[in-house]
């Protein structure tokens, strides 16, 4: 009922957008907030957050939630952590030799030796960075994902040129991809990498890992522990970290779609064009469901005078964009594990932050068509973000994901493993703790797992 209400009368709310901010909140129910600076993945990848908007949301619990589901345990140590860190925080090498230009372009080298293609350098970009595009993103068949023909990655540090070094796992990842992994490149397919080399730390130590994922690292963490079988994960895996997670996905993703992602070098639109065809950023986009941690088929997230779109619209918004192969790639990456979202069955500590004011979607002044959204566009049209009190969460992640890992107390309580989850109030985003509170019980947990004293954990 809601929703059709909202969409027939969509036309007023941008109408009370425009001439009365407060009339809109109390019609419809969210509160309206200026565009931030950025647009998420700044933050998303460990880096400075976002200017602290103006909260409006007052919790009156304490500043602090401890959500226990009563099992404890003392531990003896463990051997290493296993590191997730966020989204594009890595530095990705390239080097390829192609038999032909990808999609006609001609102007692109066929041959290129090692060069640094993450961050991007204004070496390598042109003018309209058609190029660095066709180097950077992924091509889907089917159901599979590969990197450009004849193309080699590395992670870290460009090897020098001409020389063709083995590859060694360095704790990083190929953020680019989602829990559908390249299948052309067993070096950045990484899940079994890193099984590898757990299972050596192991066997010679004799202490099990922890595993930790930080901000976009949370939902890659988690889909490598769920690509292996229960029995491996409790062999090998002492505990699993989430900081600042992002387990339902984020409404600020969509930001590097419906207007682009600047990044150093890399404007706003060039980066729009990479960002639609690169799988981790559709795999950040909010899951629909029906329960309290996924977003509901009554909810718009994007509102436009004539259609709503919900999370489970999505597809229909990349359809209406213009966007058929985006649509196909989301469709791909979004019915993973995430969506099922299954107990790690290892004991889990996981940290967030809540009461920060965080977008929950936004209100468009035009319809969305191929004219103002499609692949080789610039989207110009303006737009409104707005909040929901309910799901404030800390900036970045809206409330309902960030803390979604309570889902598994019962699971985990039933099978005598730990969950607990720890809220701090007003912490923002990022790959370590924005306050003292979380500072203090972090340092708690970690003591805690090295066999050390500690107390209140």
Known sequence: MFLSSLKQTCGLAVLFVLESQI???????????????????????????????????????????????????????????IAFGGYSGTHLCTRYNRDRAIDGHDECALEKDWYQMWPPTAKYMDHNATCFID?????????????????????????????DPDYKWQN??????????????????????????IEDKVKSTGQKVVVRGCSGGTINSYAFLMSQTEAWR??????????CPVFGGTISSLRSVLQGWPSGVMTTCQGRMAAILIPSVLWMWPRPGNTQWLWNASEPIVITPSKNYTAKDLPDLLTDMGLDKVRDLLELEINDKLMDFEPPMVD?????????????????????????????????????????????????????????????????????????????????????????????????VLAKLQGKNHSGC
């Open 348 to 444: 889990t500590y996981s940290f967030y932050g809540y009461g920060k004011t965080t977008e929950a979607g936004f209100i468009f002044t035009k319809d969305i068509t191929p004219d103002d959204f499609g692949m080789d566009k610039c989207p110009s049209v303006s737009f409104t973000p707005f909040v929901r009190d309910f799901d404030n969460g800390d900036v970045t992640g809206p409330l309902r994901s960030t803390s979604r890992a309570n889902v598994w107390a019962d699971a985990h309580a039933k099978a005598n493993i730990v969950n607990k989850v720890y809220g701090f109030k007003n912490m923002a985003h990022g790959c370590d703790c924005k306050v003292a509170d979380c500072t203090t019980m972090y340092n708690c």
């Open 234 to 243: 409790q062999q090998h895996v002492l505990a699993y970290i989430s900081m």
């Open 135 to 163: 180097d950077i993103r992924a091509y889907q068949q089917g159901n599979s994902l590969n990197s450009p023909p004849g193309t080699q990655i590395r992670l870290g540090s460009c090897p020098k040129a001409g020389t």
């Open 23 to 81: 009339q809109a909140s109390q019609m419809y129910g969210y509160e309206l907030m200026e565009p931030p600076m950025y647009h998420g993945w700044e933050v998303l990848a460990g880096g400075t957050p976002l200017n602290d908007f103006v909260t409006a949301y007052e919790n009156p619990d304490s500043e602090s939630r401890i959500h226990d589901n009563g099992i404890n345990r003392t531990y003896a140590g463990y051997s290493d952590i």
């Open 172 to 197: 990083m990842y190929d953020w680019r991809y989602g829990s559908i992994r390249p299948q052309d490149n067993p070096d950045m397919a990484l899940y079994p990498m890193v099984a590898s080399y």
